[in-house]
Structure formats: C-alpha cells, structure tokens
C-alpha cells in the first residue's frame, strides 16, 4: 500500500466505476430498435435511479486533471507511462470483444478480422463503452501543451477559462432554440468556443486552490440533480429518440457540470485514512478500476439474461444487475492480475 495514499480519490474512481456499470445496466430498459424511447413507468424510474451515473465519465476526467496536471515528467516519460498502461489493454480487449461477439452473436470469422482491424477507425469492434479510451487519449495528448500555462496562471485567469467552459454547457438547450449559434454551420464544426472544455482543467483547479463548501457543494450537487432528471423525465413521452431524450444527460450541459462537481467536493473532501482491511480493498479496486471498466460488458450481458425474469420493475433489476457486474468484474480482474504480464491486459 503506498503511505500516505489518497483514499478520497480512491473512493471517487471506484464510484465512478460502479456509476459507469449501472448506466450501462439501465440501458436495457429505456434504448429500444433502432434507438427509440421504450416509454413507461421503467423509463420514469430510470430517471431517478441512472441520472447521477452520467458523472461517471466527468468524474473520472477530473481525477485525470487533480493527478496528472501540470505535467511533471519528460514528455517521453510522460508518454511511454501513460499510453503504455491504456494502450495495451485497449487493444488486447477489442480483438478479445471480437472474438466474443463470434461465441455470442454468431459473428463469422471474417467477422472478427474486420473488427480487429478496425480498431484503429473507431469504437474497435463497435462495443460502444471503449470511446472513453479515444478521448482519454486525447487528454494524454493536450496535456504538455496546457501544463505550462496551468503552471504560471492565477486563480483569476483560471476562473475566466473556466467561466468560458461554463457558458458552453448551455449550449445543447440554446440549441433547441437556436440550431447554429457562434459560427455554428454544416460545414464548420469548430465554431467560436469549441475548443473551450473545463473538466479536466476544474480538477486541476480544486487541487490546487481546494474544494467549495461541504453545504454549497451539496446545494450544486441537488440543483443539479433534479434539473438533469426533471428534464429527462419530462421529455420520455415527448421525444421518440434516445438522443433527445437524453438531452440533460449530456456530459456537457450545466446540469451534469452541477452534479459532478458537487459530488466530487464531497468525496474528495473527506479525510479516509489508516491501513484497514477496507482501504485496501478501496485501493485495490481503484488501481484495477481501468480493466474493470474494459471486462464489464461480458458480466453485464450475463446478468441481464440472468435477472431480467426476476421482475418487471427496473428500480430492483437495474441495481442487482450492476452491483452483481461489479463484483464479479473485480473477482475477474483480481485473478487476471496474477498472470504474467497482466499490465498489458487491465492496465
């Protein structure tokens, strides 16, 4: 165990871990053909149980920027650790997701090599949860070229960044309104502030001058909350596509941002400390987070044919399924990092 280890961010990865398999684990229930709403009670609770779990993503963004930025390594150094760790993994799990779709769904073998070569196009071979990794490489990239700045900037001048950011979040409901807004066009996807992106860089920023209040962090935590799923719910027998519904679930609207930084001002305020049996159990699943996050689809699939009989009601399947993915991935992950060069395997 390493001294003085954080255990706060320990605990933040690992709920973002758990919020990233029950997402998915509600996708079964509100995602019909061809990317449809499945209205009813199921998708109003949906509503209520998944919206906190569009942090996830967010959150483990943020943990990126408070322990990478700025970058103290050579860029080589820096490199060579970073894509060394996500890489490998990426890859040997897109050609293993190949080979289980050929078990699962029946897919040819020809199948199979065309989804292992399209690894470098996108998605791999289409199991849509591993374009975290194509971002998360875009991170690793723009990383020594902010570092410099993050180094020398004020408290003033990161707030204005970050107030720039925020006006972005409002986007996706002016756009209700207004289609095309700041230079917005068919044939122009880089508009005014496109390039204006906040989560990693507000990690950064809490590290670095501290936390907001435990009572203003749960007020922002709860404002957000309950924007992100009135919205939703408001819309399920309005919108006939998945996409619309899931208007204020987008990573980037003001209400996400809300939620995500209040959750994260909770939990990374806390003092954990000691050497118990549970922080290390917290350690540990928060090192092997990353190869859970890869293996959890093969767990998620089975439980949901296992205990998608068990009751109509999502409020009760959707937890059983997630919590019981959670716990076996970690199991399944646990054993493969006794085997030889399991670092190129979860990472």
Known sequence: MI???????????????????????????????????????????????????????????????????????????????????????????????????????????????????????????????????????????????????????????????????????????????????????????????????????????LKRFGYPSAALSWIILIVGFALSAGIFCSRIDTVPTVPELELSWGFCTVNVFLMTLGLFSLIGRLSLKGKNAACKLLSDISVKSYGMYLAHILFLNFYYGLFKSISDAAYVTIPLIAVCTFITVYIFVYLLSYLPKSKYIIG
């Open 3 to 205: 001294k003085n280890r954080n255990y706060s961010l320990d605990l933040l990865r690992v709920i973002a871990c758990y919020l990233v398999i029950q997402q998915h684990a509600s996708e079964f229930y509100y995602i019909g053909e061809g990317g449809t709403v499945v209205t009813g009670d199921n998708t109003f609770w949906i509503g209520i149980i998944t919206t906190l779990c569009r942090s996830s993503v967010p959150l483990f963004v943020m943990l990126s920027g408070f322990l990478l930025l700025p970058m103290q390594d050579k860029i080589s150094t820096f490199f060579r650790k970073r894509f060394t760790r996500i890489i490998y993994p990426f890859i040997a799990w897109c050609v293993l997701y190949a080979g289980y779709y050929v078990l699962s769904r029946g897919d040819s073998f020809s199948q199979m090599a065309l989804n292992i070569l399209h690894i470098p196009v996108n998605f791999g071979c289409e199991i849509g949860h591993l374009w975290y990794i194509y971002m998360l490489i875009g991170l690793y990239l723009v990383t020594p070229i902010i570092s410099p700045w993050l180094q020398q900037a004020s408290k003033r001048e990161l707030e204005g960044y970050l107030g720039l950011w925020i006006i972005t979040t409002f986007l996706p409901y002016i756009h209700l309104v207004y289609p095309e807004v700041l230079g917005e066009a068919f044939w122009n996807d880089t508009p005014l502030l496109y390039y204006f992106t906040g989560f990693f860089i507000l990690g950064y920023y």
